[in-house]
C-alpha cells in the first residue's frame, strides 16, 4: 500500500487539503490582518485542493478494482 505512488499522491492531496483547513480555522481563531487578507483566498484554495482530492479518490478506487467490468 505504501509503495503504491497512486496511494501517496492521494494521501499527500489530502494532507494539503488539512493543512490548508488548519491555516484557516488558525487565522478565523487569532482574526487581525492575515485573516482579513486571506480568508477567503485560503476558501478558494481549500475548495480547489479538495476537488482535486476527491477527483484522485475516485481514479485510485477506480484503477484498483478494475474499473468497470
Not at 13 to 23: G, K, N, R
Not at 28 to 38: D, E, I, L, S, T
Request: glycine share 10%; no cysteine.
Amino acid at each position: 500500500m505504501f509503495h503504491d505512488p497512486l496511494f501517496l499522491l492521494v494521501v499527500a492531496a489530502v494532507l494539503i487539503v488539512l493543512f490548508i483547513l488548519m491555516l484557516g480555522i488558525g487565522s478565523f481563531g487569532v482574526g487581525g490582518k492575515f485573516h482579513a487578507r486571506n480568508a477567503n483566498r485560503l476558501m478558494r484554495y481549500r475548495i480547489a485542493a479538495q476537488a482535486v482530492a476527491v477527483l484522485l479518490i475516485l481514479i485510485y478506487v477506480y484503477v484498483r478494482h478494475g474499473g468497470f467490468r
